[in-house]
């Protein structure tokens, strides 16, 4: 960890910056004064998001940052305040975006997600929450390369983005791994919707390289954001991750939708409800025992039928 | 380069806090209407009251109320105006016969039958305003699984659902279970089974939705669902007498058998939410 740095933005540049880069901020900038309260940024790095603290950001890590996530940096033509500024923005977009596809990365995603449950808690208007993954990526890497494979990321990135409606978000949850949050999606369109998605990356035809093309196709699994009640978006997640996982256990190019509620007794449950008792009468069933009511059982459904 | 210590902490907001049901409120529940859900309700609290603990029934059938036919009560403010804004939460409170306290609904509640954010706020605003000055809310739901019942169940930290041994009102009782299960993540039903004709049916019937429950209703792998019978209500001619005179049993005829089973279950109920510690 660096040592903490005043805010000022001139004692910043001279300790952190390299002689040119300090002598051409001197010539261009009149020091100012920033003020970070409680600002952090956050960097994808390959291995696990770090956390930046921006009081503790210095002026070349921001550029470098940018540069390796071949942002354009901002021009330093247009003054101090204003080059900072726009440094920030492009960093907090950084922050938010993943570099590869343009989606939103999982960190914008965890928090529209968190936002959106709440909502369904409070208005009860159906959100659904779909878990996308492209099947046998590892092949198209194995078979292609590397190059191959981010070609695909971003060929499925725009059909998903194509395949939505502005309200809706759709975020790269990591690998191969997409997510869409679809708010007011209502559950008889939800299956519907999830099939779109899937036949349309189905079509996509990727040009993986000069005359090389290659078709893949999506897993999906999603569930809804119980309504009026609140939960937690980890819930939700895993809930939509066990229904991805059985539309790969099913074979793939699949949408599976976890079942709502239905409220419809099926025949087979009625017959069952007043069929034949097979179960033993288990101890738990009365909170209490010896209060004097407890009898035998089993033969009330068939009189009652 | 980073310092996660003193980073800010949005990972928190990832995490809210399960809103928690309510402490010491009962839910009333059935699928089916005319199951003698209010009836059960007005007589328990009186058998509550009788216990002595404070006890406030709350007409949460917003819809389609009938408490106050129940109690013969018709008092001037009830909870619409409470809603409305036109009186305060403690000038709807009425004394019953029984003595325990409502909070009647009233006319003109037709357009909370469908659950707006405004509605639910309303509800959640009156029922934690009442709770710190009882010791038991019971809520009386409407029949069906409208969006407010299941919204006023979900307010409760123990729902009880009423049926009989009729085969709709088993039906009924089953799929309202199944969206509980389903919707509000409960893994506890309590049931109680009115107008039973011989001891032990009550018990046969919570078995048997038990059974078709542990074939149809999957809650999450390693999470049964239970239902906990919490009584029968022989059927009884003395009901029917006190229905029609709109009496409470309780008072009217507190020896009868259906009134001694409604006395058990107070006492169970009692048991489960205020001696039980939470």
């Not at chain 1, 194509?162 to 997510?179: H, I, Q, S, Y």
């Not at chain 2, 809103?19 to 699928?31: C, D, E, I, M, Y």
């Not at chain 2, 007409?59 to 009186?87: E, R």
Request: include cysteine.
């Amino acid at each position: 960890m660096r040592k903490r740095q005043s805010d000022d933005v001139s004692g910043k540049a001279k300790s952190g910056m390299t002689m040119q880069a300090c002598c051409e901020y001197q010539a261009k900038f009149e020091p100012v004064r920033l003020e970070f309260s409680t600002l952090g940024i956050v960097v994808n790095s390959k291995s696990a998001p770090l956390m930046v603290d921006l009081r503790q950001l210095q002026l070349d890590d921001a550029r470098a940052l940018l540069g390796h996530a071949s942002h354009q940096l901002p021009s330093v033509e247009i003054g101090a305040t204003s080059y900072l500024q726009a440094l920030i923005d492009k960093l907090c977009e950084l922050s938010l975006k993943d570099p590869l596809t343009g989606l939103s990365n999982r960190r914008f995603f965890q928090n529209v997600l968190g936002r959106e449950i709440e909502v369904v808690a409070r208005s009860g208007e159906p959100a659904l929450l779909l878990m996308l993954d492209i099947d046998f990526f590892k092949k198209v890497n194995d078979s292609y390369g590397h190059p191959a494979g981010d070609a695909v990321l971003q060929a499925v990135a725009k059909t998903l983005s194509a395949c939505v409606r502005p309200m809706d978000t759709v975020a790269r949850f990591g690998g191969e791994e997409f997510v869409i949050i679809l708010p007011s999606c209502q559950s008889s369109y939800g299956f519907q919707v999830a099939e779109r998605i899937r036949a349309a990356v189905s079509a996509m035809i990727v040009t993986v390289a000069p005359g090389v093309t290659i078709r893949v196709t999506i897993s999906i699994g999603g569930a809804y954001a119980p309504r009026w009640v609140r939960s937690t978006a980890e819930l939700w997640v895993d809930r939509a991750d066990i229904e991805l996982y059985r539309a790969k256990s099913e074979g793939r190019n699949r949408v599976c939708i976890e079942p709502q509620p239905i409220l419809a007794v099926s025949a087979e449950e009625k017959h069952l409800l007043f069929g034949p008792l097979s179960m033993d009468d288990p101890g738990w069933i009365e909170s209490m025992v010896g209060d004097g009511s407890v009898g035998s059982s089993g033969s009330l459904m068939k009189r009652v039928n | 380069m980073s310092d996660v210590s003193t980073s800010p902490t949005a990972e928190k907001e990832l995490t809210p806090v399960p809103l928690k049901p309510l402490g010491k409120v009962l839910a009333v529940t059935s699928g089916k209407g005319g199951v003698g859900k209010t009836f059960i309700s007005a007589n328990l609290a009186a058998a509550l009251a009788k216990r002595g603990q404070k006890v406030l029934v709350l007409d949460a059938d917003l819809g389609l109320a009938n408490l106050d036919v129940v109690l013969n009560l018709y008092p001037k403010i009830t909870l619409h105006d409470v809603f409305t804004g036109k009186a305060k939460l403690e000038e709807a409170i009425v004394r019953a016969p029984g003595g325990f306290s409502v909070l009647l609904a009233g006319s003109g509640m037709v357009e909370y039958s469908r659950l707006t954010p405004n509605v639910r706020d309303d509800f959640l605003h009156i029922i934690s305003g009442l709770l710190p000055h009882y010791d038991i809310v019971l809520l009386d739901t409407g029949a069906g699984i409208s969006d407010v019942v299941l919204f006023a169940v979900s307010l409760a930290s123990e729902v009880l659902v009423v049926a009989t041994p009729e085969p709709t009102s088993l039906t009924d009782a089953y799929a309202t279970i199944k969206v509980l299960v389903g919707e509000q993540q409960r893994r506890i039903i309590r049931m109680v089974v009115n107008q039973t004709a011989r001891m032990g049916d009550g018990r046969a019937i919570t078995t048997q939705l038990q059974q078709v429950l542990d074939r149809f209703v999957v809650a999450k792998p390693g999470e049964k669902v239970r239902l906990i019978h919490m009584g029968d209500i022989p059927v009884d001619p003395s009901v029917r007498q006190a229905v029609m005179r709109r009496q409470l049993l309780m008072t009217s005829m507190p020896g009868c058998p259906a009134a001694l089973a409604i006395s058990q279950l107070a006492g169970k109920l009692e048991d489960m939410l205020i001696t039980r510690p939470q």
